[in-house]
């Protein structure tokens, strides 16, 4: 599977604090994913990405932000952190498999707004 | 976009078979199913992947009816270790939607 990496693994910030969370892959994936759990909660899709230069909206992108530096690097910003963005934060690539629905998952940021 | 219903939790012992069912009533014709599973702090972890009728890995079987409006998950024989939340997720056009998830808890 992709090697997926995610720093930090856990935040503390401050309420109006900008914070950028950071993901990296080292197999040479086009696609990257950010997502976002909150407790008894499923993923909900924050952004993608299909290359460097395709970025889309997923499903609640307001309040967030994400840059794709290159190929393997694609980071999720929160310009002035919420305390309700306090959540689990997750980066996916496409699994070996190569097809979109099946993603290999990092390790997960975990993030508290104070 | 087809949205995912599946059970809240569910509980079961080792050694029993435990099936999950997913219910996605509008999902597109070009959709595949696809099932996750999650241990807590953990991403989750690819299981298995169908379009119809039934597929078997070495982990699980996924059973889709004809109309595809649900699917079910079968874990044959669980252990404590397989106590995890299980999706169900389907994909519309390529925006993955996850449903709650179940949360399976396997006593001994």
């Known amino acids: 599977d992709a090697d997926v990496t995610q720093t930090p693994r856990n935040r503390i910030t401050k309420t109006g604090k900008r914070i950028m969370l950071e993901c990296s892959q080292t197999k040479g994936h086009d696609r990257m994913y950010w997502y976002r759990q909150d407790p008894g909660l499923g993923l909900r899709l924050i952004y993608y990405?299909?290359?460097?230069?395709?970025?889309n909206k997923g499903e609640i992108s307001d309040g967030y932000s994400v840059s794709r530096q290159a190929q393997a690097k694609f980071s999720l910003s929160l310009e002035s952190a919420i305390p309700n963005q306090t959540a689990l934060y997750f980066c996916?690539?496409?699994?070996?498999?190569?097809?979109?629905?099946?993603?290999?998952f990092g390790p997960g940021t975990r993030l508290l707004v104070l | 976009l087809a949205k995912t219903t599946q059970p809240i939790s569910m509980d079961s012992y080792e050694g029993q078979e435990v099936n999950i069912t997913c219910s996605h009533n509008?999902?597109?014709?070009?959709?595949?199913i696809t099932w996750y599973q999650q241990f807590p702090s953990q991403g989750p972890r690819f299981i298995i992947q169908?379009?119809?009728t039934k597929v078997t890995n070495e982990v699980a079987s996924l059973f889709i009816p004809a109309d595809r409006k649900s699917s079910t998950l079968s874990l044959p024989r669980v252990s404590l270790s397989d106590t995890a939340v299980y999706y169900c997720?389907?994909?519309?056009?390529?925006?993955?939607?996850f449903g709650q998830g179940t949360e399976l808890s396997v006593k001994p």
């Open positions: 169908g379009y119809k």
């Open positions: 509008n999902i597109a014709t070009n959709d595949y």
């Open positions: 997720l389907v994909a519309p056009l390529g925006k993955l939607i």
């Open positions: 990405s299909f290359d460097v230069k395709d970025i």
């Open positions: 996916a690539t496409p699994s070996e498999r190569g097809d979109q629905e099946t993603q290999y």
